[in-house]
């Protein structure tokens, strides 16, 4: 059958400029490019270029433009372009599209109409540079009180975990992002003093060294967890949901099943790595705290039990029963949160955004009496430090970060995460592929992303009038909306800008 | 002894290495510690637990050489990512039966509920009675991890779904002549592994994604073995179960949904 659909994007040589070097040809993992011997021609097929500007960021003289493909539909505001080329892919497929990334619509993005208090005359702001900023966390459960006798505590404290910053990197599995990607995420955390987590795919066993630094995942697939996997980690996460595709499962297609992805995830190789859309022993909260406590055995109780769910309608009454049900963390997906490959119409029109989710979370647990028996992380789509200090200032004790991290190393959102040939070297499986993501630089992108995230953090804080983080955790009375309705107001418990 | 031990009357030890526990009012969370620390102690090889019950994750996080007796009916998740030792249930078992379990053997003298095998590894789980829905869902194999579940009886609904690896066996010794087994969407999304059933089922109980053949040589050695193990740990006649035939289901394909999905990206479109 003809295709179609039409390029999306437009490549530009300037012949001018071109020294025939053929990076771009061995660049394009998509292979758009071509060099032509009898013509000294290097010859582009744009159909298939996803835009990801590889080519034109190595390429030595800056000969190469790759646009948005010019070409127009007669405009229709019911009938976007994208609208008329999902009917036609379908057709020609009859198939569910899948995508890679977090969804791309233009839903109000909640931070940007959120704005910060500053010190002014009275409690006189804190100059980072020369005093001491805490902004070292602890995630786990929190006693509901501290007893004492003789001048000693005796309380049992349960387990908790320490980070240097509320910064920490999202749930990528091996075999959706590389072994070298992985790496730099190990390597990163363990520089910064923070966490990484592993996803649900597995553990390989050359990253066990980083146990510390990193949140291991028990998924509906089960893949790779066994008592050792438990038990060498620093937390572990049973991931419900996930805010890319809530409500569903994964799978990995079985061309990406290699040999050392198969071992990590203990499964056969070649075989689709289904995960089940419900963890099948889990239909109920009380089902869900059996596992919390099968966890807590398996790991002698001396490790923190995060529940991870996307957040949905309900998330609030949701996150009171994981609460309930026993879990030490909750960790809250947004609709914006990326993914390594999930259906476009789910990813697009499922969830809801994580600022609202945060906010009711954080609510509806105080209002309960219970926000102190669990650590709430929120992940889904952090652009920069702004966002992450007024989600603390919502309620979160910690921020989980992907795309932004996976930017750092290099990712454009081109959105072919899934497709397995990630020109960044960042979701490629093919060796020769993402061999070119040096893991070294890449956990160097990534440490100085967090450390400048970091160092704005403090000045902000500072400009508070605050020198500890905890001060500012669900102090929403620091955060004014403006541009945003009432009921929204209401939702994230702030006043306008003003009042 | 240590204070932990101490919790739970030590009945008797009969022989060397065997120790008596009641369990009798106690929490799990106590018994399991105790038999924690009860298996890391030099010389102890077989544990005895009477009156359990209903004490969730026995097993759960005992490692090693171990063998756990336990008289009673034990809770959920007995034996959730275990890895190693060797369980008897002289009773019936809850749900969870082996949940995601690694290595080691569970032997239970009854029925067992709901998600017995769950996303099981490794090891081998044995039932005399039936089990109930969603048993060996998502079971699967690692290079020589290969687990193994074998049911006296019949199992409920959702038998061996989304199966990745390992052997699942129905007897269907509960059934009555000509009776069919219970479950129904046997094998639903099954993409590796083999479940072989002795006893009547209709196709129509059957997920889309198996296929229907006759064991072949090496798969009737495979269940030999297999009933050979079972007939001697519940007092049947190997033979006489071997007598009868057993049905081979398998997936169809390692990627049962491939051809539901599509790359969104226009390259990977067939053009022209
Ligand atoms: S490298 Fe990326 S931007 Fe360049 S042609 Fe290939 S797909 Fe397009
Ligand atoms: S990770 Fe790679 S494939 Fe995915 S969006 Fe980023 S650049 Fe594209």
Same mark, same amino acid.
């Given at each position: ?499 | ?83 190693? &030792?060797?369980?008897? *249930?002289? =009773?019936? @078992?809850? %749900?969870?039966? /082996?949940?995601? #379990?690694?290595? !080691? ?41 290969? &687990?193994?579940?074998? *049911?006296? =009886?019949? @199992?409920? %609904?959702?038998? /061996?779904?989304? #199966?990745?690896? !390992? ?51 090496? %798969? ?7 009933? !050979? ?44």
């Amino acid at each position: 059958m003809k295709s179609y659909l039409l390029p999306q994007f437009a490549v530009h040589r300037d012949d001018d400029r071109c020294i025939r070097c053929k990076v771009c040809v061995s660049q394009c993992s998509f292979g758009v490019h071509a060099y032509d011997d009898e013509d000294d021609e290097i010859r582009s097929n744009e159909g298939a270029c996803v835009g990801c500007q590889r080519c034109a960021t190595l390429c030595p003289t800056g000969a190469l433009v790759i646009r948005r493909h010019p070409h127009e539909f007669r405009p229709n505001a019911n009938w976007s372009e994208e609208m008329l080329l999902d009917v036609k892919r379908k057709a020609e497929t009859g198939a569910v599209t899948i995508t890679g990334m977090g969804n791309d619509k233009p839903h109000r993005v909640y931070w940007d109409h959120l704005l910060l208090n500053a010190s002014q005359v009275t409690n006189p702001s804190i100059d980072p540079l020369r005093e001491p900023m805490e902004l070292r966390t602890f995630l786990g459960r929190k006693p509901d009180g501290l007893l004492f006798k003789d001048g000693r505590l005796i309380t049992d404290i349960p387990p908790q975990v320490m980070i240097e910053t509320p910064i920490i990197f999202s749930a990528m599995s091996y075999g959706a992002i590389s072994y070298q990607a992985q790496l730099a995420f190990m390597q990163a955390a363990q520089e910064l003093g923070t966490l990484c987590n592993t996803g649900e795919g597995g553990w390989p066993m050359d990253f066990r060294r980083f146990g510390r630094n990193v949140i291991v995942q028990c998924a509906s697939g089960r893949f790779g967890v066994d008592p050792d996997y438990l038990n060498q980690a620093a937390i572990v996460e049973i991931k419900i949901g996930q805010g890319a595709k809530p409500g569903i499962g994964g799978h990995l297609p079985g061309e990406k099943v290699t040999a050392a992805v198969a071992a990590t995830r203990m499964i056969p190789e070649g075989t689709d790595a289904l995960s089940p859309a419900p963890q099948h022993d889990i239909y109920s909260i009380e089902d869900l705290s059996m596992l919390i406590y099968a966890l807590k055995e398996a790991t002698n109780y001396e490790k923190p039990i995060s529940v991870k769910i996307a957040a949905v309608h309900n998330a609030a009454a949701i996150a009171s029963g994981m609460v309930r049900a026993g879990a030490d963390i909750i960790a809250i997906d947004g609709f914006r949160g990326g993914t390594g490959a999930a259906p476009r119409v789910i990813r697009d029109n499922v969830g809801i955004p994580i600022e609202l989710a945060l906010a009711a979370i954080d609510e509806r647990l105080r209002r309960e009496g219970i926000r102190n028996r669990a650590s709430i992380l929120v992940a889904g789509g952090f652009r920069n430090s702004a966002d992450i200090i007024k989600a603390i200032a919502l309620g979160a004790d910690a921020v989980y970060i992907g795309t932004a991290a996976l930017v750092a190393m290099g990712c454009t959102l081109c959105q072919q995460c899934n497709t397995g040939k990630c020109a960044w070297g960042i979701t490629a499986q093919d060796p020769y592929i993402a061999k070119r993501l040096n893991p070294d630089i890449a956990t160097r992108r990534l440490v100085n992303l967090v450390r400048a995230w970091t160092l704005e953090i403090k000045e902000m804080l500072g400009g508070m009038g605050i020198n500890s983080i905890e001060s500012l955790r669900g102090n929403r009375l620091h955060l004014r909306g403006i541009g945003l309705q009432e009921w929204e107001l209401e939702v994230l418990g702030v006043k306008g800008a003003g009042q | 002894m240590s204070a932990q031990v101490e919790v739970l009357e030590v009945l008797a030890a009969p022989g060397a290495g065997c120790v008596t526990l009641d369990a009798r009012g106690r929490s799990y969370r106590e018994l399991n510690r105790t038999l924690r620390s009860l298996a890391t102690r030099r010389g102890v090889s077989r544990i005895s637990v009477t009156n359990v019950l209903g004490q969730r994750y026995i097993g759960t996080n005992l490692r090693g050489e171990i063998e756990v007796r336990l008289y009673g009916t034990p809770g959920n998740d007995l034996g959730a990512f275990m890895d190693g &030792p060797v369980i008897y *249930v002289y =009773g019936n @078992a809850q %749900d969870g039966v /082996g949940n995601t #379990m690694n290595s !080691g053997k569970i032997v239970v003298y009854g029925n067992a509920g709901d998600i017995a095998a769950m996303s099981m590894r490794g090891g081998k789980i044995f039932v005399k009675g039936n089990v109930g829905s969603r048993s060996a869902i998502h079971m699967k194999e690692c290079g020589e991890k290969k &687990p193994l579940l074998v *049911v006296g =009886g019949t @199992a409920h %609904d959702f038998f /061996g779904e989304y #199966m990745a690896g !390992g052997t699942a066996i129905l007897l269907g010794l509960s059934l009555g002549p000509g009776e069919y087994h219970k479950a129904n969407f046997i094998g639903t999304g099954m993409h590796g592994g083999e479940i072989f059933i002795r006893g009547r089922v209709d196709p129509s109980q059957l997920g889309a994604a198996v296929k229907i053949s006759e064991p072949a040589g090496d %798969d009737m050695r495979r269940i030999a073995d297999a009933v !050979g193990e079972f007939a001697e740990l519940f007092g049947y006649d190997a033979g006489e179960i071997m007598h009868e035939e057993f049905l081979k289901l398998s997936p169809k394909s390692l990627r049962p949904f491939a051809e539901l999905y599509h790359a969104g990206s226009r390259d990977s479109l067939q053009l022209g």
